[in-house]
């Protein structure tokens, strides 16, 4: 049954993809008494986005002169005195953030860096397991190019090209083999830990990845081109057949008016139509199901209830704004006629490209860096005294029982755990004395608003 204005929350059920451009947490975890002249160069610090993060600031004295001068240094040393960053992440989804925070790791002291994530669904836990998996592929079995458009499919797109497909499915079977052994997976993956989660949890999370890797029954086993156009038949309702002038309303009249012009008509057009938003490649070379995109749900049939597969997630806003609306380079924001020059896609292309290749440098040995550092030196020299601080800092992925955001005060090791405390749009509704209890003291907290989440006409705000 349809309705006039379309029915249907355009976001949907589920979450593969934030609303928020990728933030670096460390900068967003400093004191905010600490001076944007102080924080590295592209971070952040100082130039907090309006509209998309909230950021409440603790109660502070404010005063001016040397005093005020010694605090906000003593802020600042205490920061980068820490031994370890403590992150709680509430419903980030697609591990922007942690990308773009490892990325950028090398830019500040060195320190532990550990990430507890809370999502709403094992979908999204294998997801990230998947994702941290491409991301940190070995740059001598893939190269940064394909590399970075595996990425993109794997992340945004319902099709992908059947290369990409065979990748998921062998790293899918890998990870479905290693779950239900924790010793085994801290060993090869010492990244990742799954400890906090319960036996079911674990289970429901090899089947899975199960699933993914599975290729017996074929596309029919999840009809990704269907199930696209079912969702966008029943998010526009009788305005389906107008769906292209629909798409550029939703693009110019709401998301270009709240910060994401470099979307351009055509990209977001295809998008909304057949799902694939990073088409690196020719169209005809997109046909086999993104799975990773699939998640379950109780619907009702015949009277029963009854568990169902399918695609549940965004049909409205579309996987660009985490990386396709900002960057460092700010040629590649640049207008002509008063069009952006570069599209969303390419921009999106380029930061993950960044972010990959950050990601390589920083994990490689110091003497495979260049000519310079392979040359051995002289035994006391100061390079050699300081080649252990340059190595890469250490950082664990903890992911946490489904549901537990309310139990977690209850345990010892979390209470007054954490530096920084992220949480989005989809989860702010677990915000309570319960997490403030496992704020450590000075603690920041960052909420993602939901700018750039469309809604339909008859959805209530």
């Known amino acids: 049954m349809t309705t006039p204005a379309g029915s249907g929350a355009g976001f949907g059920w589920v979450s593969w993809w934030g609303l928020s451009p990728a933030l670096d947490l460390q900068a967003e975890g400093e004191s905010p008494g600490r001076s944007s002249a102080s924080a590295p160069p592209g971070s952040s610090a100082g130039r907090r986005r309006q509209g998309e993060l909230w950021r409440p600031s603790p109660a502070r004295v404010v005063s001016s002169g040397p005093a005020a001068q010694a605090d906000a240094d003593a802020d600042g040393d205490a920061a980068r005195a820490t031994p370890e960053l403590n992150v709680l992440l509430l419903g980030s ?155 550029d309303w939703d693009l110019r009249m709401k998301l270009h008016d709240r910060g994401a012009q470099v979307i351009h008509t055509q990209e977001f057009r295809r998008w909304r139509d057949t799902g694939v938003a990073f088409e690196l490649r020719d169209s005809s070379a997109y046909h086999e199901p993104n799975r990773t995109l699939a998640s379950g749900r109780l619907l009702t049939h015949c009277g029963e209830r009854v568990a169902a597969r399918g695609y549940w997630g965004d049909i409205a806003t579309g996987p660009f704004v985490a990386f396709g609306i900002e960057a460092d380079d700010q040629s590649l924001l640049q207008t002509r006629n008063g069009q952006p020059t570069k599209t969303a896609g390419e921009i999106t292309q380029h930061n993950v490209m960044e972010v990959l290749r950050e990601l390589a440098a920083w994990g490689r040995p110091r003497d495979t860096q260049g000519d310079r550092e392979k040359q051995p030196e002289p035994e006391g020299s100061p390079e050699q005294e300081t080649s252990g601080d340059l190595a890469p800092a250490p950082f664990k992925l903890h992911f946490l029982s489904l549901g537990s955001a309310r139990s977690l005060h209850h345990k010892g090791c979390y209470q007054a755990r954490f530096q920084l405390l992220y949480v989005a749009c989809g989860m702010v509704h677990l915000l309570g004395p319960e997490l403030a209890a496992c704020m450590a003291p000075g603690g920041n907290l960052l909420v993602e608003l939901a700018r750039t989440g469309l809604r339909s006409p008859s959805a209530p705000l």
């Open 93 to 247: 989804v697609d591990g922007r953030h942690l990308l773009r925070t490892l990325a950028r790791a090398a830019r500040w002291p060195r320190r532990r860096l550990n990430f507890y994530l809370l999502e709403h669904n094992l979908e999204a836990v294998a997801r990230h397991m998947l994702i941290f998996s491409l991301a940190l592929e070995d740059p001598e079995k893939m190269g940064l190019q394909e590399q970075s458009e595996a990425f993109l499919e794997v992340w945004g797109n319902a099709l992908l090209r059947a290369p990409v497909a065979a990748f998921v499915r062998e790293q899918a079977s890998r990870l479905a083999l290693l779950v239900p052994e924790p010793d085994r997976l801290e060993r090869e993956l010492p990244w990742l830990s799954l400890r906090a989660l319960k036996f079911r949890e674990r289970d429901e999370l090899e089947a899975v990845l199960r699933f993914w890797s599975c290729e017996e029954r074929g596309p029919q086993a999840f009809p990704m081109g269907r199930l696209w156009d079912a969702r966008v038949r029943h998010y526009l309702g009788s305005r389906y057949d107008a769906r292209c002038g629909v798409s």
